[in-house]
């Protein structure tokens, strides 16, 4: 199985703050890796696939970026809106797997 | 637009069974490989299992192995997870999910499964 490795798992930032998500997997999955915002009580969001491809709908301020076993969410002005939990996902083969997820906390 | 509704989750005694369903609509449901992801409370996401646009290819996480059997019904845009043998550890939430090349594009809102004497 592929392990996804995400860090940090928490992280206390400002509105306006630019944030990095990192997620590692344990072997080269090319660019079949997408990300996930999570807000308490709902579904996962899909914000990212294909590394770095936008999801329809979802703000120009989420970006993500890397290729092999290293990649990068990056949030580039945080608002209220964006304090929540981020997983990161590999499909590139199944099992399929999660990080364990990244919580953003307002400072 | 798409919308897919999970049903059937409730509290379960260890050992029984429990069937889920999910509702899809607002895309051409026979297209599309659809998948079950579940959520432990407060825990991470973990794949479940997935089953081809035609149903003829299926695939689960070892832990359900043997236990759960995915199906669907392109007739009626119903995707169903049967669940026997459960156990407290299969306490969670679960989503169905698709999207294109088998993504995770779409999550239906979840149904809670809670196994418990």
């Known amino acids: 199985d592929i392990q996804m490795t995400q860090s940090p798992s928490s992280l206390s930032a400002s509105v306006g703050d630019r944030v990095n998500i990192t997620c590692r997997a344990s072997?080269?999955?090319?660019?079949?890796l997408a990300w996930f915002q999570q807000k308490p009580g709902k579904a996962p969001k899909s914000l990212i696939y294909?590394?770095?491809s936008l999801q329809s709908g979802v703000p120009s301020k989420f970006s993500g970026s890397g290729s092999g076993t290293d990649f990068t969410l990056t949030i580039s002005s945080l608002q209220p809106e964006d304090f929540a939990t981020y997983f990161c996902?590999?499909?590139?083969?199944?099992?399929?797997?999660f990080g364990q997820g990244t919580k953003v906390e307002i400072k | 637009q798409v919308q897919l509704v999970e049903s059937g989750g409730g509290v379960v005694q260890p050992g029984r069974s429990l069937g889920l369903s999910c509702a899809a609509s607002?895309?051409?449901?026979?297209?599309?490989?659809v998948h079950w992801v579940r959520q432990s409370p407060g825990k991470g996401l973990e794949w479940v299992a997935v089953?081809?646009?035609?149903?003829?290819?299926?695939y689960y996480t070892d832990s359900v192995k043997g236990r759960f059997t995915i199906s669907r019904d392109n007739s009626k845009n119903t995707l169903s997870l049967q669940m026997n043998s459960l156990t407290t550890e299969d306490t969670a939430v679960y989503y169905c999910?698709?999207?294109?090349?088998?993504?995770?594009?779409?999550w239906g809102q979840g149904t809670l499964v809670t196994v418990s004497s």
């Open positions: 607002g895309f051409s449901f026979n297209n599309y490989a």
């Open positions: 072997q080269g999955i090319s660019n079949y």
């Open positions: 999910a698709t999207g294109d090349s088998a993504r995770f594009d779409y």
């Open positions: 996902h590999q499909y590139y083969s199944y099992p399929r797997t």
């Open positions: 294909a590394a770095s």
């Open positions: 089953i081809s646009y035609d149903g003829g290819t299926k």
